[in-house]
């Protein structure tokens, strides 16, 4: 009879192996997946809040540079987390309608 190793009955029981089946130990073949899905109801939720503040208010309920940081940052990203572009335009034109409103206010206080 001849001589079997352990490798020849581990592979008769697992299946051959080609060594290509083997995961990369640091998942450098898998399909990078984002660390964190946004739930787009948070976003709405978020657009909801923003929305009430400002329509609250009779002049911007935040300092100048929020302000600014919310139209640059924060607003864009949320538009683009909601899965809908046709919904996230409809956020913006809110969101607009009543950022041009507490404008015209800051403007007039001025």
Request: net charge negative.
């Amino acid at each position: 009879m001849g001589s079997v190793n352990c490798r020849d009955r581990m592979g008769s029981l697992v299946g051959p192996s080609t060594g290509d089946d083997q995961p990369d130990l640091f998942g450098g073949n898998q399909p990078k997946q984002p660390a964190h899905q946004v739930n787009p109801q948070h976003v709405r939720n978020r657009f909801i809040d923003f929305l009430a503040q400002m329509t609250a208010a009779k002049t911007w309920p935040w300092d100048e540079d929020h302000v600014e940081t919310l139209r640059e940052r924060t607003w864009p990203y949320l538009y683009a987390k909601l899965p809908d572009a046709s919904e996230a335009l409809e956020w913006k034109a809110k969101i607009e309608a009543e950022a041009a409103r507490l404008d015209a206010a800051r403007a007039k206080a001025a």
